[in-house]
């Protein structure tokens, strides 16, 4: 939720593709088989960081499988896990229909209200660019990704802490 980024991706989250606030996910892992550079807000880089300490592990988010693609000796995240609890939740609010893929959609969604331009907010998620401006458009937008990230961050800040309604 706070990265934006897909389950699969985060799930298999590794501290060396972690550096100077950016996690970057390889080709290999990502949909569109595409590098993909994720700046860190400072909520982020926080859980990250809270990670890294309990971590034993080469995985942010460390599990009891051994993935796929992953490093051998450590464990990652089982892939339905997060939907497992996702719905655990839900059922606390008597919500249906909804499914981890959505926190996707709010987060693009709630960009654009924050007034995140289209192509910054597409390439936030990782979206390939359709058209001629996807082939020709070749510019990282990681300084406006950063900005983006960090407004949405400071967004659910307020969420979660209930500074709106003060």
């Not at 996690?23 to 400072?42: D, G, Y």
């Not at 909804?98 to 390439?123: F, I, M, P, Y």
């Not at 660019?129 to 983006?148: N, T, V």
Request: charged content about 35%.
């Amino acid at each position: 939720l706070i990265t934006g980024q897909r389950t699969g991706e985060t799930r298999r989250m590794l501290f060396s593709e972690i550096e100077d606030g950016f996690w970057t996910i390889p080709s290999e892992r990502t949909k569109n088989k595409l590098t993909h550079i994720v700046p860190l807000s400072a909520m982020a880089v926080d859980v990250i960081r809270k990670m890294e300490k309990k971590s034993e592990s080469d995985y942010v988010f460390p599990g009891r499988i051994k993935c796929s693609d992953g490093i051998a000796g450590y464990k990652c995240l089982e892939k339905n896990v997060a939907a497992h609890y996702f719905r655990k939740i839900l059922k606390h609010f008597d919500w249906k229909r909804t499914t981890v893929h959505d926190l996707r959609r709010t987060v693009r969604s709630s960009l654009s209200k924050l007034g995140v331009r289209k192509t910054v907010s597409e390439r936030v998620l990782n979206h390939k660019e359709q058209g001629i401006s996807g082939g020709y458009d070749r510019y990282d937008y990681l300084d406006e990704k950063k900005a983006a990230l960090q407004k949405w961050s400071n967004y659910l800040d307020e969420i979660l802490t209930d500074k709106s309604s003060n």
